[in-house]
T-cell receptor, first 113, second 113 residues
Framework: KNQVEQSPQSLIILEGKNCTLQ??????????LRWYKQDTGRGPVSLTI?????NTKSNGRYTATLDADTKQSSLHITASQLSDSASYIC????????????FGKGTHLIIQP | EAQVTQNPRYLITVTGKKLTVTCSQN?????MSWYRQDPGLGLRQIYY???????DKGDVPEGYKVSRKEKRNFPLILESPSPNQTSLYFC????????????FGPGTRLTVL
């Protein structure tokens, strides 16, 4: 069964600190992996998209890594800001199912001043 | 500005009263999709459309209908809403199913009494 597991479920860190969010998947076949940021009550916004051959991709202070062998991805946030408070959703494309997208349930990140 | 719009943003209705949530995109995208998001369950796909006049069920299609008569519009119809359809709904679009970045609308918060 295609699954995407994210950890931790929630995380609280102080402003200025770094953090890393994890995404493990069992989706097969694999096409790409996406990280989205979702502010409370708003639609998700894409941060990165990585294919099988890409190990790392950055978007400002956000850096995503992908290990296709172990089927793991991480999202690293550097020098966190209050505006980073949001849910971060990992989505894997390529497996079967309705339209080939398997969503994780997200990590809820809170940045405290 | 490239965007996905949804209307209404908020709706409170009663059981059994038919309603339609509109979705429109101005990016000439072929692929459009509807999701619902509930606490602890993440985003779940309701219906998707690969192109005009082509629609298919997602993971949770019961109680919903869609149509795709024009490329830009993809309305979600609840013929007889029930309280278990109280949720936050998102419309999304992308150039094609698969690799391309998916753009999400701002969301519609629906309450069925």
């Amino acid at each position: 069964k295609n699954q995407v597991e994210q950890s931790p479920q929630s995380l609280i860190i102080l402003e200025g600190k770094n953090c890393t969010l994890q995404c493990n998947y069992t989706v097969s076949p694999f096409s790409n992996l996406r990280w989205y940021k979702q502010d409370t009550g708003r639609g998700p916004v894409s941060l990165t998209i990585m294919t099988f051959s890409e190990n790392t991709k950055s978007n400002g202070r956000y850096t995503a890594t992908l290990d296709a062998d172990t089927k793991q991805s991480s999202l690293h946030i550097t020098a966190s800001q209050l505006s980073d408070s949001a849910s971060y959703i990992c989505v894997v494309s390529g497996g079967g199912g309705a339209d080939g997208l398997t969503f994780g349930k997200g990590t809820h990140l809170i940045i405290q001043p | 500005e490239a965007q996905v719009t949804q209307n209404p943003r908020y709706l409170i209705t009663v059981t059994g009263k038919k309603l339609t949530v509109t979705c429109s995109q101005n990016m000439n995208h072929e692929y459009m999709s509807w999701y619902r998001q509930d606490p602890g369950l993440g985003l779940r796909q309701i219906y998707y459309s690969m192109n005009v006049e082509v629609t298919d069920k997602g993971d949770v299609p019961e109680g919903y209908k869609v149509s795709r008569k024009e490329k830009r519009n993809f309305p979600l119809i609840l013929e007889s809403p029930s309280p278990n359809q109280t949720s936050l709904y998102f419309c999304a679009s992308s150039i094609h199913r698969g690799y391309n970045e998916q753009f999400f609308g701002p969301g519609t918060r629906l309450t069925v009494l």
